[in-house]
């Protein structure tokens, strides 16, 4: 009697589940994975390499300010730098303008009061620098705080070392640097730590301790270490250290840098109150920063908002939280803490964990509490209780996605979601068939932070830890295929991400998302086919399929995949028997090779690319051996993305078990 060939397809769908028993998940969810690994589940159908990330800019963010050489005719093994806002390192490396030669930090002593260290150095200087010759760190060991991307000024913001910075991706521009108008120096013959100076352009806005200057024809850089008193444009400024020379009257004072040192984490967003859209940013330690790509000021003053965690927009006022307490200004006045115009203050019932506008509503995240934000203004304005039952974990999760909001509670990822009912909300377990791998990346000590691409209705979570490798550093990839449905998350992994800090943008109908980690780069998200050109390896296992009954003897013939290249796709494919049982004999892997050289449209270079050429979409593998459950496993190692969408395994049945 001939042997009779049956097919099984296998619809590569449904993303990665752990929450079902290995039989269970073979025989219910059969295009699932158990392992999937730098692919997305993809809205178009199947699971898709994802693509790799590269520098957006390949000049590294300077590591601790606008550095500069603190006073001429210094030479040997030790150097004064001043306008540094955080201390320098061990081992750090930097070039010094007009002199030859690369140098090596070996000890450090450094004053935060003055912005200034002294560094012990190897090898000795080749020359004297001159005052104020810029101090290049080619290796500097402060960590970017904060990364944002404002589709206004087409531009990266950077927090790093206590400055921020901006470049479109050709370089770093500082934009910490208050304006207090055109101060200049009052009187000659001053000496000592004061300075008395004029024409500055507030009375109420001043300079600020860790404030650093320069004065016209004085050598060395100054920091302002107290507040002074202005009275018609006129103080008397407490400094540090001394002054070298007497400067001249009417002398420029040229304002160098505000100082944003001791923070940890910097948050921000973007808002319009006067026909400009401007930024604002906290970093839990300092004043709030507002500013643009040609005008940066901080809020003075206002002890409430001195040191928030989190910033945002609602109904035309900035909310700033600090521990329980969240502040915000009066409308469309970011400077404006006067109760009488419209600004005020409430509190939750434990720390807020995340800011967020959602439905005309201003959601304020605690540990274990969520409330809501209604109305329009100070005189309206009322806070209820989303629920008192669960809360988010970490802030920098908290993310608006296809219309609802995503975010880490300590069970999960959490979806918040509107209902029919008016001012309804769903609360659910977004990541329920995935929690075996959510309960171990939920780790202590370590921290997360997210990403959303609009287009692929995608939320991403990356988990850093600073011990772990970049190689093992892993996340998470959502992809939500139906609104308000929080069991319409299919979930994916990445490995070889390592995140600290992110943001995502949307601009001109183009994704751009950033992130930094713990060397000294930003780089772009979701571009290339390359992680920072080393090669993305990516994973799919299906469970273990019964093929209709696992009582059932098989045998395996041959399989045919499905899938739409990119370009060209190298890597191999293994059947595992029978929950890979030790005993069990295993095929050998078989080779997969398709995609080709082809071209698409959009992408492809004229006189450069291949024409004509069609992708290879489909392969055939001839398989070997006997089982009752079989597994997919699908391995690959660089190339362009793909598509891996459906696979057909010709069989025959046998005896039963």
């Known amino acids: 009697m001939p042997i009779r060939w049956e097919t099984f397809p296998i619809e590569l769908t449904g993303g990665l589940v752990s929450n079902l028993s290995r039989l269970q998940h073979g025989l219910k969810l059969p295009g699932s994975a158990r392992i999937l690994q730098n692919f997305e589940p993809s809205t178009q159908g199947g699971y898709r390499r994802i693509n790799g990330f590269s520098k957006f800019d390949t000049a590294i963010v300077p590591a601790y300010g606008s550095v500069v050489v603190q006073g001429s005719a210094q030479s040997g093994t030790t150097l004064l730098v001043a306008d540094t806002h955080e201390s320098p390192v061990v081992n750090d490396t930097f070039t010094l303008a007009g002199v030859t030669g690369t140098y090596t930090v070996t000890a450090v002593a450094y004053s935060s009061s003055n912005k200034s260290a002294t560094l012990t150095i190897t090898p000795a200087l080749a020359s004297g620098p001159a005052d104020k010759a810029g101090v290049t760190f080619t290796l500097g060991q ?50 000592g730590t004061s300075l008395a100076v004029d024409a500055l352009g507030s009375d109420t806005y001043k300079p600020q301790p860790g404030d650093t200057f320069s004065i016209a024809g004085v050598e060395k850089v100054y920091t302002v270490t107290a507040i002074p008193t202005v009275s018609s444009g006129a103080a008397t400024i407490a400094i540090s250290p ?23 984490t910097a948050r921000f967003v973007q ?17 709030p920063a507002i500013f643009t790509s040609t005008t940066y000021k901080t809020i003075q003053g206002v002890a409430d908002v001195t040191g928030a965690e989190f910033v945002e927009e609602f109904k ?19 400077g404006d803490f006067q ?6 203050s409430y509190r939750l019932p434990g720390p807020c964990t995340g800011l967020i506008t959602f439905r005309e509503q201003l959601v304020n995240f605690s540990p274990t509490d969520i409330r809501k934000l209604l109305g329009t203004s100070l005189a309206d304005f009322a806070l209820t209780s989303v629920t008192n039952d669960v809360g988010c974990v970490a802030g920098d999760t908290v993310k608006e996605v296809g219309g609802d909001v995503l975010f880490l509670g300590p069970d999960g990822i959490r979806f918040l979601g509107a209902t029919e009912r008016i001012g309804d909300f769903n609360l659910a377990l977004a ?36 011990s772990t490798s970049k190689s093992n550093s892993e996340g998470f990839i959502g992809t939500q295929f139906m609104d308000q449905n929080a069991q319409s998350i299919n979930w994916g992994t990445t490995r070889g991400i390592k995140a600290y800090r992110s943001s995502s943008s949307y601009v001109d109908d183009a994704e751009i998302s950033l992130f930094s980690n713990d060397d000294e780069y930003v780089y772009q998200m979701d571009v290339g086919n390359t992680f920072d050109d080393l090669q993305i390896r990516s994973l799919l296992y299906t469970p273990f399929m019964a093929i209709n009954d696992p009582s059932i003897r098989k045998t395996a013939y041959k399989l045919d995949t499905f899938f739409d290249p990119e370009g060209a796709v190298t890597g191999k494919l293994t059947l595992k028997y029978d929950f890979n049982k030790p005993s069990k004999n295993q095929p050998a892997p078989v080779p997969i090779v398709g995609g080709g050289l082809f071209s698409l449209y959009g992408t492809a270079v004229y006189g450069a690319s291949t024409y004509s050429n069609e992708p290879t979409t489909s392969l055939e593998n001839q398989v070997v051996g006997s089982f009752f459950t079989v597994s997919l496993q699908y391995e690959f190692q660089g190339g362009a993305p793909f598509v891996l969408d459906t696979a057909i395994l010709e069989y025959s049945t046998s005896d039963r078990k």
């Open 316 to 334: 035309n006022h900035l909310f700033f939280a600090k521990n329980d307490l969240v502040a915000h200004t009066a409308p469309f006045d970011e």
């Open 271 to 287: 808002f319009n109150f006067d026909g400009s859209l401007k930024t604002a940013m906290v970093d839990s330690i300092g004043k």
């Open 142 to 191: 402060s960590r970017i705080e904060g990364v944002h991307y404002s589709e206004a000024d087409r531009v990266a913001y950077v927090l790093r070392g206590g400055a921020v910075w901006k470049t479109a991706g050709s370089g770093y521009t500082k934009v910490s640097t208050p304006s207090y108008g055109s101060p200049l120096v009052a009187g000659g013959s001053q000496t």
């Open 242 to 264: 001394a002054l070298d020379t007497s400067p001249a009257n009417d002398a420029a004072v040229t304002f160098r840098s505000s100082s944003h040192t001791g923070g940890v």
């Open 431 to 466: 990541s329920r068939q995935i929690q075996e791998n959510l309960t171990k990346f939920i780790k202590p000590g370590s921290t997360y932070t997210t990403s959303v691409f609009r287009e692929k209705n995608q939320y991403r979570i990356f988990e850093y830890k600073q």
């Open 339 to 344: 109760a009488g115009n419209g600004a005020g």
